[in-house]
């Protein structure tokens, strides 16, 4: 019942977050920073991202367009991608090593 009446009340707001062309900033906003990532892995991580992710200095300001540009959850969610992404990477790295003939 009550979700009806906000329903009502709320029929002609546009939620641009979730349209297309948002979607699609987010998206270039999001591989600018993790592309800035890649090309600066080299250098010491001293900034703190979400869910632990650390970036260097460098990245900053691709950081902030990111945030910017997305859902506060969408970032969080693609953040722990990115985490997850790099961890099982380097489980498989170590693993190669350590395999015998």
Known sequence: ????????????KIHTDVLSQARISCYKA??????????ESNKEPTEIATVGLLYPVECKK???EY???????????????????????????????????
């Open 1 to 12: 019942m009550a979700l009806e009446a906000y329903a009502s009340q709320n029929t002609d």
């Open 30 to 39: 999001r591989d600018a920073f993790y592309s800035c990532l890649e090309k």
């Open 62 to 64: 691709t950081r902030e």
């Open 67 to 101: 945030v910017k540009q997305c859902r506060p959850t969408w970032v969080k969610h693609f953040d722990r991608q990115y985490c997850g992404k790099k961890r099982v990477q380097r489980l498989l790295d170590d693993n190669d090593s350590r395999r015998g003939v």
